[in-house]
């Protein structure tokens, strides 16, 4: 038995099959995977884009970023199996025996845009709070001055 490595994974999804099957999709990377014995890292949404050209009659595609380890010789094995897959359009492997625990958990475009969402949110509920607060300021000053 050869020595697994760690390998990158960005495996393109139709957009509209990933909105309505999200846990299919995850099911059917992960089976494609573990056929090849593989042993999933990470694995998450990196990000929503339209495609330059349309692969399969598909303009926009959802990238799913997978970091696993597998041995060299069943790369070629998974590729063969995204191929005959109907949920996976696209795949591409590359191997990434530098990268550290850090470069795999950094944020990707998808999850940048989550926090930026939370973060615009965060301050429009306290806004609204501070100013209830300033309205019942005054009155309450009205009402002690009268």
């Known amino acids: 038995m050869a020595e697994k490595k ?3 994974g960005m495996f393109l999804v ?3 099959k990933a909105a309505s099957d999200w846990d299919g999709i995850n099911a059917a990377i992960n089976k494609i995977l573990e056929r090849a014995d593989a042993e999933i890292v990470s694995m998450r949404k990196w990000d929503d884009r339209r495609l330059a050209y349309p692969i399969r009659g598909t303009s926009r595609g959802t990238y799913m970023l997978c970091y696993f380890k597998a041995e060299g010789q069943k790369i070629q094995g998974i590729e063969k199996d995204v191929q005959l897959s109907e949920n996976i359009i696209r795949v591409l492997i590359l191997s990434t025996d530098q990268m550290t625990k850090e470069d ?6 998808a999850t940048k845009v989550e926090k930026e969402k ?4 965060r301050p429009q509920e306290a806004e609204v709070s501070e100013q209830g607060d300033q ?6 000053e009205q009402a002690w001055i009268a």
């Open 104 to 109: 795999i958990e950094k944020d990707t475009p």
């Open 14 to 16: 139709d957009s509209a």
């Open 118 to 121: 939370a973060i615009l949110e």
């Open 6 to 8: 760690l390998y990158e």
């Open 135 to 140: 309205l019942e300021e005054p009155a309450e």
